[in-house]
């Protein structure tokens, strides 16, 4: 990626230092979508993944960051609000297969966010995945749904089944 500063006609090449902090540097607005969308075909896994915390990334930025190879820009990108929007069970299931635990994590915090996957959909290819972080995520968070508490009550887990439990206590 070529990468240029031009002031007042004065231009210099960019690294990846500069590109970095320049990247970091912009405005989470939607006049940006141009630019985050180049940025999101960087090199830099870094420079992709801040670009996947961007909330407001045009739905071509969030189906190409889907995509992406880097443990790091599928955790970020599985909790942007324009990735929710889009994502469906065939992506779900391509991340949940290759997602590391902190992928897999965050499906659990928010499985229940994404608009054209149903929770239970999300739940039970997670547990099929067996990450005992992403069940751990599951047996705390208060949208999971009664019966996948119950069942997780019993997790061999201690961790699992105490944080069901409490769960399902209040």
């Not at 992406?68 to 065939?90: E, F, G, M, Y």
């Not at 208060?142 to 209040?170: E, M, V, W």
Request: glycine content about 4%; proline content about 3%; aromatic content about 6%.
């Amino acid at each position: 990626m070529e990468a240029k500063l031009i002031i007042n006609g004065c231009e210099i090449k960019v690294g990846i230092e500069l590109l970095t902090k320049f990247t970091h540097s912009l405005p989470d607005d939607e006049s940006m979508n141009d630019i985050f969308h180049v940025l999101a075909t960087s090199d830099s896994e870094n420079i992709r993944g801040f670009i996947a915390y961007q909330d407001t990334i045009s739905v071509e930025t969030a189906l190409l960051l889907l995509n992406d190879v880097s443990d790091l820009v599928l955790s970020r990108i599985v909790r942007n609000q324009i990735a929710k929007t889009v994502i469906d069970k065939d992506i779900l299931e391509r991340i949940i297969s290759r997602g590391n635990d902190a992928t897999l994590e965050e499906i659990g915090l928010n499985f229940h966010d994404y608009e054209k996957v149903s929770p239970e959909f999300t739940i039970n290819k997670l547990l099929e995945k067996g990450s005992l972080i992403s069940i751990l995520s599951i047996a705390g968070n208060y949208d999971t749904p009664s019966k996948f508490l119950k069942q997780l009550a019993h997790h061999s887990g201690p961790d699992i089944s105490r944080t069901a439990k409490n769960t399902l206590a209040p």
